[in-house]
């Protein structure tokens, strides 16, 4: 069974500069999550999908990041503007319904400069 | 307002010695007690998980105890081994909302 796919695995970025990452979970997968962990942290989450709808964003910053899921499979999370305290890796993760065990990506380490 | 609190922060445990990390939660409604396992360069990978109806659920060397009058659960790695050196993350969730995480134990096993 092939894990959750991220890219890029890395990207540095200047602050006001936008970025985008890309997920892809595990196949049949109906629910999709986007975490930010922040170097010495636990993972917090940024939003949660069920299928292509959004279940929790009360914790992602709208006036500068956006996550999409448009045909419930793949998903991607967008900053613009970035800011220095954004630096931090992007984990996705994917259940098969609700949250009884949630399968992480490798992440996308964003450094903003 | 952090719901799911974890000690130590750093850990270091001679090989074949008994790591032991623990969390507290806030939250009783909590149904759902993941322990994951990183190392760097790596997503979390889920190790052994409980849920509030057990006091302790072993698998292999993992061993967690539960205590649901505390709110309290941990994390045994009997007969650690340099291999289990990684970051631990205890979590916690309930129903359909996502998991919550503590802060992390950056463990390390010297030989």
């Known amino acids: 069974e092939a894990g959750v796919a991220q890219s890029p695995r890395y990207k540095i970025i200047e602050k006001r500069q936008s970025v985008a990452f890309w997920c892809n979970p595990i196949?049949?997968?109906?629910?999709l999550y986007w975490y930010q962990q922040i170097l010495g942290q636990g993972p917090k989450l940024l939003i949660q999908?069920?299928?292509?709808?959004?279940?929790?964003d009360s914790q992602l910053p709208k006036d500068r990041f956006s996550a999409e899921r448009l045909k419930g499979v793949d998903s991607t999370l967008k900053i613009q503007p970035a800011k220095l305290e954004d630096s931090a890796v992007y984990l996705c993760?994917?259940?098969?319904?609700?949250?009884?065990?949630?399968?992480f990506g490798q992440g996308t380490r964003l450094t903003v400069v | 307002q952090q719901q799911v609190k974890q000690s130590p922060q750093s850990l270091i445990v001679q090989k074949g010695g008994i790591s032991i990390i623990n969390c507290a939660y806030e939250?009783?409604?909590?149904?759902?007690f993941p322990w994951y396992q990183q190392f760097p360069g790596k997503g979390p990978a889920l190790l052994i998980a409980?849920?509030?109806?057990?006091s302790e659920k072993k698998e292999g060397r993992f061993t967690i105890s539960f205590n649901k009058s505390a709110k309290q659960f941990s994390l045994h790695i009997m007969d650690s081994q340099p291999g289990d050196s990684a970051t631990y993350f205890c979590?916690?969730?309930?129903?359909?909302?996502?998991?919550?995480f503590g802060k992390g134990t950056r463990l390390s096993v010297i030989a």
């Open positions: 993760a994917s259940s098969l319904y609700g949250l009884t065990e949630a399968f």
């Open positions: 999908f069920q299928n292509n709808g959004v279940v929790d």
């Open positions: 939250n009783t409604a909590f149904d759902y």
């Open positions: 196949s049949g997968h109906a629910t």
């Open positions: 979590a916690a969730h309930s129903g359909n909302t996502p998991l919550v």
């Open positions: 409980i849920r509030p109806d057990v």
